[in-house]
């Protein structure tokens, strides 16, 4: 049964500063990790998708990376911004299955500072 | 508005009555997944339909729940007698096959008193 584990829980940065969000999976039977951003009262958008069979995803000042070996995930984001703040999921999908279902971290609290 | 809609936003009911939301999925999109979240946790899976067919339910969709997607378009996802543990955030998504990435509506929060 894959278990998605998000560290950490919170975390507040000042403006400007780059930082890294850490996500892991126990199932490295993955098909695709996803990172999504939820504000407040909201749904979820999604970020970035790296397929099993890739390395890395950018969008923007968004990095995310996939280690299937290792069950890690990281979401790097840089040059931090106000608008930044969230809270961010990550969400695993496994092969096996017609139904794609996700599996998601607790997700992880962002505040940055002005 | 050409996302995925759902309604209402914010349900305030008693303990017993019963509740149903509503989920209009992106036009096209034959994948409908319903997800809950509580206070403080990642989303969990519900149930997932392609077009009318519902092809899995999860474990925590007890006996109360009850979920629906008549001509395979909008959906309905009902809770009889509802109990205080209900109350949480419910999300529909929907996606297209051969396409990995979900599509969320902004949910329905569920407040049961």
């Known amino acids: 049964k894959q278990e998605v584990t998000q560290i950490p829980a919170a975390l507040s940065v000042p403006e400007g500063e780059n930082l890294v969000l850490n996500c892991s999976f126990t199932d490295s039977a993955i098909y695709n990790l996803q990172w999504f951003r939820q504000d407040p009262g909201k749904g979820l958008t999604s970020l970035l998708l790296?397929?099993?069979?890739?390395r890395e995803q950018t969008s923007g000042r968004l990095n995310a990376s996939l280690d299937k070996s290792s069950g890690r995930s990281t979401l790097y984001i840089a040059a931090s911004q106000p608008g930044d703040s969230a809270t961010y999921l990550c969400a695993a999908l496994n092969y096996g299955g017609a139904t794609n279902k996700l599996i998601f971290g607790t997700g992880t609290l962002l505040a940055v500072q002005p | 508005d050409t996302g995925v809609s759902q309604d209402p936003r914010h349900k305030i009911t008693k303990r017993g009555q019963n509740v149903t939301f509503r989920c209009d999925p992106i036009?096209?999109?034959?994948?409908l997944y319903w997800y809950r979240q509580t206070l403080g946790q990642g989303p969990e899976f519900l149930t997932y339909?392609?077009?009318?067919?519902?092809?899995?339910k999860s474990r925590l969709l007890s006996d109360r729940f009850s979920a629906e997607r008549p001509k395979g378009s909008f959906s309905t996802l009902e809770i009889q007698r509802t109990e205080q543990g209900d109350s949480a955030m419910y999300l529909c998504?929907?996606?297209?096959?051969?396409?990995?990435?979900?599509?969320f509506g902004a949910g329905t929060r569920l407040s049961v008193l």
């Open positions: 790296i397929q099993s069979s890739q």
């Open positions: 036009s096209e999109h034959n994948r």
């Open positions: 998504a929907s996606s297209l096959t051969g396409s990995d990435i979900q599509y």
């Open positions: 339909f392609q077009n009318e067919a519902q092809l899995e």
